[in-house]
């Protein structure tokens, strides 16, 4: 079974550091495009950045020059870096791969369980 986890949440002091991790477990091949989204209760969830397999990355501009994504394909895991956190980062955070190719064919838009964020001032 295929499966995103994600690690490395928790409660920081605003202008504090976070290190998110996001792995892929089960009979993988290679995963393709991987993203990290956010989601606060009562709102849809947005997206943060994304990381193609070459490592190319794009974040949204409320991040951009404070989160980092980056991976390790021999790991299968996606890694999200976030620096002078600031209270509205405070959200759930998912990672999401839109597609894992296993030894047996492939499946799409796969999400991780989520993992809690807590910036106070």
């Known amino acids: 079974q295929v499966q995103l986890v994600e690690s490395g949440g928790g409660l920081v002091p605003a202008g504090g550091s976070l290190r998110l991790s996001c792995a892929a477990s089960g009979s993988i091949v290679t995963v393709n495009g991987m993203e990290w989204y956010r989601q606060v209760p009562g709102n849809a969830r947005e997206l943060v950045g994304s990381i193609k397999s070459s490592g190319s990355t794009y974040y949204v501009d409320s991040v951009k020059g404070r989160f980092t994504i980056s991976r390790d394909n021999a790991k299968n895991t996606m890694y999200l870096q976030m620096n002078s956190l600031k209270p509205e980062d405070t959200a759930v955070y998912y990672c999401?791969?839109?597609?894992?190719?296993?030894?047996?064919?492939?499946?799409?838009?796969?999400w991780g369980q989520g993992t809690q964020v807590t910036v106070s001032s």
């Open positions: 999401k791969a839109n597609r894992i190719w296993t030894t047996i064919g492939s499946i799409t838009n796969v």
